[in-house]
Nanobody, 114 residues
Framework: QVLLVESGGGLVQAGGSLRLSCAAS????????MGWYRQAPGKQRELVAS??????TDHGDSVKGRFTISDNGKNTVDLQMNSLKPEDTAVYYC?????????WGQGTQVTVSS
């Protein structure tokens, strides 16, 4: 069984920072890739950032230069979020891909006040 558990969400003022963590129940290297998605009320879930073990990362256009995805080389993938904006408010989900399956965490709420 694959479990992903997010932590680190909360309420922050615009311009502030938060760091989200995703702890996996197995080595992150057992996944083809991992990533962070978010879903705001009334909107579709969107990719925020992803990471593969070839040293490749990808960040969505709306977060480039503000958010950074990283891993600890063991079982955790983090998302450092700086210069937060009210439009970053959403539930953030950790994703792990082991082809052909996708695994999801339960989500963590991030709220940015103006």
């Amino acid at each position: 069984q694959v479990l992903l558990v997010e932590s680190g969400g909360g309420l922050v003022q615009a311009g502030g920072s938060l760091r989200l963590s995703c702890a996996a129940s197995r080595s992150i290297f057992s996944f083809n890739s991992m990533g962070w998605y978010r879903q705001a009320p009334g909107k579709q879930r969107e990719l925020v950032a992803s990471i593969t073990w070839a040293g490749s990362t990808d960040h969505g256009d709306s977060v480039k230069g503000r958010f950074t995805i990283s891993d600890n080389g063991k079982n955790t993938v983090d998302l450092q979020m700086n210069s937060l904006k009210p439009e970053d408010t959403a539930v953030y989900y950790c994703n792990g891909h082991i082809a052909p399956y996708n695994y999801w965490g339960q989500g963590t709420q991030v709220t940015v006040s103006s």
